[in-house]
């Protein structure tokens, strides 16, 4: 099935067409159960192989050490802002917080409530260009429980590609733009968290992946179902999860792996966005004004010199075939979220209204 239009939506986004079919043709008789999936008890045991599948698939998408543990969460990435130090503080008062952007900033003022997070902001402006500063220049304070950042700012369309390597300190990374994007170290990493709805399904469901050496420091006060071991204890299940969400990731887990993994996915990515900014570039009709090194591949971010244009952009991309492509309302401009399930052919329809807008306005 070919499909008529690209959707660019940041979060709930495009999912693979393959994945959605598979699902429609198992919707009503999934198994061969006579029932849906969602029908289906989570503790039954078909809904186990959904389980045991999604699990299996990302520890080998993403090479995960048998010291690590793969939950499975409510309440989005912005509930673990609260879990975090919640389950991680323990005696200590503080945490490093790394601001490079929207969701890494508000991660540090949900902090606020348990700790006093030290705000450390990464990004500066130089020649008009943002850029992060380099790890090795991150002010962390001596005694802090963990250092929290965001790898990709999916408002801004800020990325930090550099991976941690630091001894004796705890990190933790909200990956939730970018986790299957690229290939990462899972052993730089203490814990790192995700919500589905970017890069690996439906919303609902969010994965953390965490050293099992982390578990018990809990604050005395924490709610039951934010309790990581309590959580592990009970397979991700000590309230119903979210299971058509943790299905349709397991299928999409599944995908990606049949199409060559996360080494797949880095390269295409790579192409994707190089080709985007490629075209942004070339005139300053189009403007990005992230540095090359901190450019996201996986929401790029543009506005146009001439911002009274803005609405006939947006109504000519959507006439074009392209949905979504309007920035988040903190910053304006346009955003185009390409994320694994966007093609390469995708992109390049976006190049080609790009290049028709221009030709026709500028
Ligand atoms: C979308 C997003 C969040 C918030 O996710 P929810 O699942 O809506 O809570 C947090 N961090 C990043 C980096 C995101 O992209």
């Known amino acids: ?66 010291e690590y543990i793969i939950l499975f969460c409510s309440g989005g990435a912005r509930g673990q802002f609260s879990s975090i130090p919640l389950n991680l503080l323990g005696n200590c008062n503080k945490a490093d917080y790394i601001d490079s952007g929207y969701w890494s900033y508000h991660a540090m003022v949900e902090a606020k409530k348990y700790c006093t997070p ?57 990956f939730s733009s970018c986790l299957l994007s690229r290939v990462i170290d899972i052993k730089k990493y203490d814990l790192i968290y995700a919500s589905a709805q970017k890069n690996i399904g439906s919303s609902g469901i ?33 309230n119903t999860p979210a299971t058509f969400s943790w299905y349709l990731s397991s299928l999409v887990l599944k995908w990606m792996k049949n199409m060559g993994g996360v080494q797949y996915f880095q390269k295409l990515n790579a192409k994707k966005a190089k080709f985007l900014y490629t075209k942004i570039d070339e005139s300053d009709f189009y403007i990005n004004d992230i540095d090359k090194y901190n450019r996201s591949q996986m929401n790029i971010t543009f506005r146009l010199r001439d911002c009274s244009l803005n609405d006939m952009f947006i109504n000519k991309s959507i006439k074009f075939g392209l949905k979504f492509i309007k920035g988040h309302k903190i910053i304006g401009g346009f955003r185009a979220s390409i994320y694994n399930a966007m093609s390469f052919s995708g992109v390049r329809k976006l190049v080609d209204f790009m290049k028709y807008f221009e030709k026709r306005f500028g």
């Open 118 to 174: 030290k705000h450390i902001i990464v990004k500066k402006k130089i020649n008009n260009k943002y850029s992060i500063m380099n790890m090795n220049h991150w002010p962390l304070s001596k005694n802090s429980a963990y250092m929290h950042f965001c790898p990709n700012e999916t408002i801004e369309g800020v990325a930090i590609y550099e991976e941690p390597n630091f001894i004796h300190r705890k990190v933790i990374g909200d």
């Open 206 to 238: 969010t994965i953390i992946i965490a050293k099992s050496n982390l578990l018990g420091q809990v604050h005395p006060l924490i709610p039951s179902i934010m309790d990581y071991k309590n959580i592990f204890k009970n397979q991700s299940m000590f």
């Open 1 to 66: 099935m070919k499909k008529k239009i690209y959707n660019f939506s940041a979060g709930p986004s495009m999912l693979p067409t393959e994945v959605m079919l598979y699902a429609q043709k198992q919707f009503l008789n999934w198994k061969n159960t006579g029932c849906s999936v969602l029908e289906i008890s989570h503790r039954s045991l078909d809904f186990n192989t959904v389980v045991e599948e999604s699990t299996k698939y990302l520890r080998n998408l993403l090479n995960i050490p048998e």
